[in-house]
């Protein structure tokens, strides 16, 4: 289900195993919401399935949820 009322979103982020826990993931979403706030967005959204408690650790929150070919997806927004 998209969700058009809800933007911008921030999508797809990956990091390679050998690069996981240095901070890259923490530095490329903060970087992209320092961005949205210079565009005067008040949120930011992701949607994920197996990384809520990463997003929390960054003042994410869970507000909804939804399934998508039997995966169960969290809807998160960070106020910014």
């Known amino acids: ?28 979403i903060n ?3 320092q961005e949205a706030e210079k565009l005067h967005y008040k ?16 003042a994410w929150q869970t507000f909804d949820q939804q399934s998508e070919n039997e995966v169960n997806y969290k809807l998160m927004r960070k106020t910014i």
């Not at 809520?52 to 960054?58: C, M, S, T, W």
């Open 43 to 58: 949120s930011i959204y992701i949607r994920t399935d197996d990384q809520e408690e990463f997003y929390k650790k960054l």
């Open 1 to 28: 289900e998209d969700r058009k009322d809800l933007n911008p979103w921030i999508s797809q982020v990956y990091v390679f195993e050998p690069f996981r826990k240095k901070g890259y993931a923490s530095a490329m």
């Open 31 to 33: 970087a992209v919401c």
